[in-house]
């Protein structure tokens, strides 16, 4: 189921991967999107080619990407791919390493399918559902699989190198955290979570958006972890408003709901 889905998907991020390696080492323009966060012409160029080969490919399938106009076109499909051309540009204009290009599949609004790709350090995450979670790292192929704590205490946290909020600190204070790790992007904290460098991942806030999630979603479940809003519902795509409006909460899932009550008191500042 889905081989041949994750083969191409597989080929596609890694091109895009070949494509923002170009830029990242040149100089290129940077744009600020009305009420968001930069783009950059490796955004658009490794938009570009995703979306032109998933058309190729799959000419019957929605798309929903963050640098593509979205003509909701997708609403009237049972197959849907997710796309971030790059996730962590402000990572990318810092000259950090941690962006990945992602793209993710949706079937009936659930996750089946997800490719996180970092090239600078030629790390692929990948998965399909029901069919386990793999890294391939400078050829080397393994699966992946969450630490097993179960005491929020002992639990690391992964937190954002670029927009890291004082609620995140005071839940990692009332859990009991005394360790964090910060990175950019949302697939490459999960990938920490499924190399078990980390353990939990947070997000208090209605900023990210399905291409945020789709990917590292199902790599987290196969690896098996588990991810929701922080009400503890499950996240769904392919709706008309794209944004995560209640948030996220990743774990290992070891204690989930235990995580999730203890967060509730918190939630009222979320914004």
């Known amino acids: 189921m889905l081989s041949n889905e994750l083969k191409n998907a597989t ?3 890694k ?3 070949r494509i923002l390696l170009e830029y990242y080492h040149q100089d290129y323009k940077i744009e600020f999107k009305k009420g968001d966060g930069p783009v950059t012409e490796a955004d658009k160029a490794s938009n570009d080619f995703i979306i032109s080969r998933l058309r190729e490919l799959y000419p019957d399938d929605g798309i ?13 499909k049972e197959r849907v791919w997710s796309v971030d051309p790059m996730d962590g540009t402000r990572e990318f204009i ?17 996750s089946v399918l997800g490719v996180v790709y ?5 790390t692929l995450f990948s998965a399909v559902k029901g069919q386990g979670a793999f890294l391939i790292r400078k050829g080397e192929k393994s699966p992946l699989k969450v630490s097993d704590f179960s005491d929020p205490s002992r639990m690391r946290l992964v937190v954002s190198r670029s927009h890291r909020s004082p ?6 204070s009332s859990l009991g955290i005394g360790k964090d790790i910060s990175s950019g992007s949302v697939g490459l904290k999960v990938g920490l979570m499924v190399e078990q460098k980390a353990d939990l ?13 789709c990917a590292p979603q199902i790599i987290l ?3 098996g972890g588990k991810i929701t809003d922080c009400w503890g519902e499950p996240l769904t795509y392919n709706k008309k408003n794209v944004y995560n409006d209640k948030g996220f909460a990743a774990s290992n899932g070891q204690t989930h709901s235990e995580i999730i009550e203890k967060i509730a008191p918190f939630l009222a500042q979320m914004d």
Do not use: C
């Open 15 to 17: 091109e895009a991967g």
């Open 201 to 213: 991942y947070i997000h208090p806030n209605s900023k990210t958006k399905e291409w945020d999630t």
């Open 64 to 76: 929903l990407s963050e640098e593509s106009k979205d003509d909701f076109k997708r609403l009237e």
């Open 11 to 13: 080929d596609i991020v």
């Open 94 to 110: 810092d000259k950090v390493g941690q962006f990945a290009a992602m793209i993710g599949l949706v079937e009936n609004g659930k």
């Open 221 to 223: 479940e196969e690896a």
């Open 118 to 122: 970092q090239p600078t350090t030629d």
């Open 167 to 172: 609620l995140v600190d005071a839940i990692m």
